[in-house]
T-cell receptor, first 111, second 113 residues
Framework: GQNIDQPTEMTATEGAIVQINCTYQ??????LFWYQQHAGEAPTFLSY????GLEEKGRFSSFLSRSKGYSYLLLKELQMKDSASYLC????????????FGAGTRLFVKA | EAGVAQSPRYKIIEKRQSVAFWCNPI?????LYWYQQILGQGPKLLIQ????????DSQLPKDRFSAERLKGVDSTLKIQPAKLEDSAVYLC???????????FGPGTRLTVL
């Protein structure tokens, strides 16, 4: 089966750096995604990793280690608008390409 | 480019009633997804279409939920009869075939009383 674990909540200070971890178990790994979801809104795509290593996109970076079943999302120069839930999701190709979402990490950015 | 459209945005019904949601994906997106997101949880895939064919519906409660995408474009999701635990946001998303990014609509917030 599939399982995705990420912390429920995190708090960080404006201007700081925060790392949100995600561990997963899946039988047919075919990529890992991070989505941002502001309260009351739909998720929006942040990043995609399928190979090991770091993908950087502006203030956001995402890392993947397939052997460890581990990923993290790194947010630099935090802004108040980064307060949101961050969803880790894994695509599994067992019986079709299905995306499984974790419960999300609620990030609170304080001044 | 227009995004994913969903209607209605909000719906309140009583248990045992029926409800239907509509989704129009981004033009040219062959893959369409319906997710259920209960408050405080991540989205849970209910059904995935590739054009008008079902790719995965393993988590769709088929005794009460049904979905169709007859012409391979827009889609409807129906619940009949609704239960209290169906209260959630129903999200529709679309992507290009093999695409890595899913584009989500604004969702329909369903409250079952």
């Amino acid at each position: 089966g599939q399982n995705i674990d990420q912390p429920t909540e995190m708090t960080a200070t404006e201007g700081a750096i925060v790392q949100i971890n995600c561990t997963y178990q899946t039988s047919g790994f075919n990529g890992l995604f991070w989505y941002q979801q502001h309260a009351g809104e739909a998720p929006t795509f942040l990043s995609y990793n399928v190979l090991d290593g770091l993908e950087e996109k502006g203030r956001f970076s995402s890392f993947l280690s397939r052997s460890k079943g581990y990923s993290y999302l790194l947010l630099k120069e935090l802004q108040m608008k980064d307060s949101a839930s961050y969803l880790c999701a894994v695509r599994d190709n067992t019986g079709g390409f299905k995306t499984i979402f974790g419960a999300g990490t609620r990030l609170f950015v304080k001044a | 480019e227009a995004g994913v459209a969903q209607s209605p945005r909000y719906k309140i019904i009583e248990k045992r009633q029926s409800v239907a949601f509509w989704c129009n994906p981004i033009s040219g997106h062959a893959t369409l997804y319906w997710y259920q997101q209960i408050l405080g949880q991540g989205p849970k895939l209910l059904i995935q279409f590739q054009n008008n064919g079902v790719v995965d519906d393993s988590q769709l409660p088929k005794d009460r939920f049904s979905a169709e995408r007859l012409k391979g474009v827009d889609s409807t999701l129906k619940i009949q009869p609704a239960k209290l635990e169906d209260s959630a946001v129903y999200l529709c998303a679309s992507s290009t075939p093999g695409g890595n990014e899913q584009f989500f609509g604004p969702g329909t917030r369903l409250t079952v009383l």
